[in-house]
């Protein structure tokens, strides 16, 4: 009876948080869709993400990812990628939130008991790094031309979009991810001991 008290407590738990993360992650999206510096998108949408898988688990993890690639979907940046592959632009976009989602928070699993903050600032490092990482790759593999060897040069306006503005993006994504992730991680285990 205890148990199953219990089970149902850190179920109502984790739907709560993973629903508050997921109300975080789409304003954040929507923030980074329309405000930038320069060529940078103010993009702290990898946070909620990798909150969730670390707090959460691997679900939540799913969840958030996939929800921040159907909103990177409706972006207004995405059009371009759409006239070039529709079919394309979905699986990038789904994959690499979904990557970014589960991944890291697999990671995580191994230091959940011991070495929380270490598993939460290794898992931080990833979420950017998939996200990004597989963004990339899937522009390799579905949009041809994107990027020529000679002379190092951009050879289209869409390759200079794709590694160019990306890797500004990446840059500041990354910094603000290993950042603040495992000190608002640390914020909520201590908001969690206490409550206690």
């Known amino acids: 009876m205890i148990d199953t008290m219990e089970k149902r407590k ?10 508050i993360l997921l109300a975080i992650e789409l304003i954040l999206q929507a923030i980074a869709n329309v405000i930038a ?3 940078v998108s103010l993009n702290f949408s990898a946070i909620p993400i990798a909150l969730a898988g670390i707090v959460y688990g ?7 990812g996939l929800c921040s690639g159907v909103m990177v979907l409706f972006a207004p940046s995405t059009s371009f990628f759409f006239n070039e592959s529709i079919w394309g632009t979905v699986v990038t976009c789904l994959l690499k939130g979904l990557g970014a989602g589960i991944i890291p928070s697999l990671v995580y699993l191994p230091f959940r008991k ?14 950017p790094l998939l996200n990004t990482g597989i963004f990339v790759g899937c522009c390799f593999l579905f949009f041809q031309g994107i990027y020529s060897k000679s002379q190092g040069s951009y050879a289209t306006p869409f390759s200079f979009f794709t590694l160019g503005l990306v890797s500004w993006n990446f840059i500041f994504e990354f910094s603000t991810t290993i ?5 608002i991680y640390k914020i909520i285990k201590i908001k969690e001991k206490a409550s206690y």
């Open 179 to 183: 950042l603040l992730t495992p000190i």
């Open 114 to 127: 011991k070495h929380q903050y270490i598993g939460s600032f290794i898992s931080s490092i990833l979420v």
């Open 10 to 19: 850190n179920t109502t738990k984790i739907i709560a948080g993973t629903g």
């Open 58 to 64: 691997p679900l939540s993890g799913a969840i958030l």
């Open 37 to 39: 510096i320069g060529p």
